[in-house]
């Protein structure tokens, strides 16, 4: 089973930006897409986005289309959540997950393999 492992999260202040990496132990996460999703304090898991597994093919929640961009390096086993203007309403902490199916979901049920979160923090 692939293990993920979310880095990169911090503290920041609004209209700054991070990127957030998410490294697998498997090899075969080159063949699997991934999403991002996030959640803040007394919320539920919300969807950030998704990328395929070659990286062709991204989609985004509305709440960050236009500032988040996804991509991946697979020779690294890497994908990367490069994350501009933020507001404090990004405010979270953020995971990544595979996905199960081959079929673009938002629900986090169609995800597995968590990761353990990074924390984003973004001051006003």
């Known amino acids: 089973q692939v293990q993920l492992v979310e880095s990169g999260g911090g503290l920041v202040q609004a209209g700054g930006s991070l990127r957030l990496s998410c490294t697998a132990s498997?090899?075969?996460?080159?063949?699997?897409?991934v999403g991002w999703f996030r959640q803040a304090p007394g919320k539920e898991r919300e969807f950030v986005g998704r990328i395929s597994w070659r990286g062709g093919s991204t989609y985004y929640a509305d709440s960050v289309k236009g500032r988040f961009t996804i991509s991946r390096d697979n020779a690294k086993n890497t994908v990367y959540l490069q994350m501009n203007s933020l507001n404090p309403e990004d405010t979270a902490v953020y995971y990544c997950?595979?996905?199960?199916?081959?079929?673009?979901?938002?629900?986090?049920?169609?995800?597995?393999?968590w990761g353990q979160g990074t924390q984003v923090t973004v001051s006003s």
């Open positions: 997950a595979n996905a199960l199916g081959a079929i673009a979901t938002p629900r986090p049920a169609d995800y597995g393999s």
């Open positions: 498997a090899r075969t996460f080159s063949s699997i897409a």
